[in-house]
């Protein structure tokens, strides 16, 4: 079938004048030009597709060969689907046309997204990648009506993190097809270039991404900007100095020096402004310490430090977006790994608050290297608070990858965070911070606190009602992304590997509370 419509369309080609120009063009300019195009399905009875503005004038362009091609070539064109016609037009040797399914989709509310938004994300995305396949270097891509989308779909489908093999799939650059909306295409390429670095700094092995690699390769991006950032690298004297004894019992096990990033995005003309406070768990690498973990999978731990990443990214974008807001983001940064030195089941430790907390599993310490940093950060007056991490394997068991697990003390920031995922379609799912979970903390032989809940049951949960122990504040928001972390098929437009999830959804809710001043 394909190469029957490979014929067909070629010798449509050599019969067309256009198309005898197109290949003596392509050798001359030796690069190869591709083009992504929308369709929509006809709404209703009526079947059929229906063009978006960019395919119908690509279409009338090259005399109504592209409707024609699309009906003889095939069933009509699903959501999500593609097709590709080669020869068609003298700049575009490749055209894929995507589906983008029913122009009325629009925001759903069962589930808690923008149907519309997500089906260009995936169409372009599937687009981009089919042409890259054919090493195709350039493509124009339909905004399909909304740029910002078709913009994500294209950068986040085209993201690769072959850095470190020998054979590389071809780089493919991307570009508006047509004029329509420049400034939603820029803003979508930022966006997604954002969750493209958190995908980097995830993927990456943690013998090249360690606590202090993590935080050049984060002061490198933010060199940029420096005019309204400032970025501080925090030694481990300093953390001593901090008296940070529960982020220290995490770090003590690993030969790597442990870092405690701190960045300050002085985006609003206040400067006086009180801060949006981001708080990222940063483990490089967690093999569990003492409490090892089993080695199945323990290779996915290089990705533990996922919320520090998307944390730092989100601050990068926004400072790449200039976004009138003051934030401050705060990283510790550490492996969890077991030596003679390592922290041991039963050991007791006090965090920079003077709570005492004894350590009864040594896996569990994401909540420990968060403490001190949350402590740390209520000394900046922030107002709001969200901390990001890959916490639990229990939020995967109770989410799987559709959603960010938020705990929350504060109604009106669950709303700012809904209302962003909703945009985004990297969404977020309301989780309980009941006394019932704090009971289960509060439970210690020894201390005040047990690091581990005293029951097997709700272990998100009772890693939530653990933070809450180190928060004041009345704006504070805790983000579980332990089961967003990684991607395999779910989200189409992103590929298999770690997400980088959900650092759009952050970026937005700082772009919100940049409108509401
Ligand atoms: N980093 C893990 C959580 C995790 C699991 C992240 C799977 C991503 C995918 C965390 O430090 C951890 O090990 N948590 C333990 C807590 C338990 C010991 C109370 C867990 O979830 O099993
Ligand atoms: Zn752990
Ligand atoms: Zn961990």
Redesign the pocket.
């Known amino acids: 079938m394909t190469m029957l419509l490979v014929r067909r369309t070629v010798q449509t080609a050599v019969r067309t004048k256009c198309c005898r120009s197109f290949s003596a063009s392509q050798t001359h300019l030796n690069e190869r030009k591709g083009l992504v195009l929308g369709v929509f399905e006809k709404e209703g009875e009526e079947a059929g597709l229906h063009l978006t503005e960019a395919a119908a004038g690509f279409d009338q362009n090259i005399s109504g060969k592209l409707s024609e091609l699309l009906k003889i070539s095939g069933p009509t064109l699903k959501k999500g689907k593609s097709r590709i016609f080669y020869g068609i037009h003298k700049d575009f040797p490749c055209v894929a046309v995507v589906g983008l399914g029913k122009t009325s989709a629009g925001v759903c509310g069962s589930e808690n997204w923008d149907t519309s938004k997500e089906n260009i994300r995936q169409a372009t995305s599937a687009g981009c990648r089919l042409l890259q396949d054919l090493e195709v270097n350039h493509v124009e891509v339909d905004g399909c009506g909304d740029a910002q989308s078709a913009a994500e779909g294209a950068a986040l489908g085209l993201f690769q993190y072959d850095k470190l093999k020998s054979k590389k799939k071809t780089k493919v650059t991307t570009q508006l097809h047509g004029s329509s909306d420049s400034t939603g295409w820029q803003k979508g390429v930022m966006y997604a270039d954002g969750q493209n670095l958190a995908r980097l700094l995830m993927e990456a092995p943690a013998n090249h991404i360690t606590p202090t690699a993590f935080a050049n390769t984060i002061e490198e991006r933010l060199a940029l900007h420096a005019e309204r950032v400032t970025v501080n690298k925090r030694s481990q004297a300093w953390i001593e100095q901090q008296q940070m004894g529960a982020f220290l019992s995490v770090s003590k096990g690993s030969e790597e020096p442990p870092v405690f990033l701190e960045l300050h995005y002085n985006g609003s003309p206040d400067s006086k402004q009180a801060p949006l406070l981001l708080v990222g768990k940063g483990?490089t690498f967690?093999s569990?310490g003492i409490?090892l973990?089993p080695s199945a999978s323990m290779d996915?731990?290089r990705a533990?430090m996922g919320g520090a990443a998307t944390v730092c990214a989100s601050i990068v974008t926004a400072a790449a977006l200039k976004l009138p807001v003051n934030i401050i983001g705060l990283a510790p940064l550490c492996e969890n790994m077991p030596s003679g030195k390592a922290t041991k089941p039963g050991d007791v430790v006090t965090a920079k608050n003077g709570k005492t907390i004894q350590v009864d599993?040594t896996?569990?310490?994401?909540r420990l290297v968060l403490a001190d940093a949350l402590c740390y950060g209520h000394t900046f007056n922030p107002r709001t608070i969200v901390n990001v991490a890959?916490?639990?394997?229990?939020i995967?068991v109770a989410l799987g990858s559709a959603a960010t697990g938020v705990f929350t003390n504060s109604d009106w920031l669950w709303e700012q965070l809904h209302k962003a995922s909703v945009v985004t379609g990297d969404r977020v799912w309301r989780m309980p911070l009941f006394q019932h979970y704090t009971r289960q903390v509060t439970d210690s032989q020894l201390a005040d606190l047990n690091n581990?809940g005293n029951s097997r049951s709700g272990?998100a949960c009772t890693a939530a009602a653990f933070l809450r122990e180190f928060v004041t504040a009345p704006h504070w928001a805790h983000l579980d992304i332990?089961g967003v972390?990684s991607n395999k098929d779910e989200v189409p437009y992103l590929s298999k590997g770690m997400s980088g999830r959900p650092t759009r959804t952050l970026v937005e809710f700082a772009a919100g509370l940049a409108q509401s001043g």
Not at 363 to 366: L, T, V
Not at 390 to 394: K, N, P, R
């Open positions: 483990i967690d569990g409490s973990k996915a731990m533990d599993n896996d569990a310490e994401g890959t916490l639990t394997g229990a995967d581990v272990g332990a972390m």
